[in-house]
């Protein structure tokens, strides 16, 4: 019972500005994961090599856990079923990161829609939508769809290659 009681008053305590940046530190993390994750659900099948990579994103990018990066992607699956629109997590992402680390996420979405094998139509449709909402601009795009291509096509060499 004094656990409880305890709980309760941390909860009602102010948050200090630690705890607001911890907060909004995990809210970004949440809107990123959940772009990378539109993308895998683009298509009709979720792929082990998609989820791959948007757990292996998620570790670089924000310097997870193998653990913590599956917990946030599993998350963004959970938040991305609920969600109505792309803009409540773009909007997000739009005013905390610079242009390089916009670019950098468009690509790292382009190798989840790459580690499949198969580009559809829907899933260059979202990425396109979300660089919009990210105002990134064309030739930034289409540089960084180029650069996760030949990263896939690399890979797949590489792992061909006894």
Do not use: N
């Amino acid at each position: 019972m004094l656990k409880t009681l305890r709980d309760l008053l941390e909860t009602l305590r102010p948050l200090s500005s630690d705890a607001d940046s911890r907060a909004e530190e995990h809210a970004l993390q949440l809107a990123t994961a959940v772009m990378l994750v539109e993308v895998m659900r683009a298509d009709a099948s979720f792929a082990p090599s998609e989820r791959k990579v948007v757990r292996e994103a998620l570790a670089a990018k924000f310097r997870l856990a193998d653990d913590e990066a599956e917990r946030l992607a599993e998350l963004a699956e959970a938040t991305a079923k609920e969600a109505t629109d792309l803009y409540t997590f773009t909007s997000r992402i739009d005013e905390s990161f610079d242009m390089p680390r916009k670019v950098r996420m468009i690509e790292c979405m382009w190798q989840v829609a790459y580690a499949d094998g198969v580009l559809s139509a829907h899933e260059r449709h979202v990425l396109w939508r979300i660089a919009d909402l990210l105002h990134v601009p064309q030739g930034a795009y289409v540089h960084a769809r180029l650069r996760a291509q030949q990263a896939g096509e690399d890979g797949a060499r590489a792992r061909s290659t006894p």
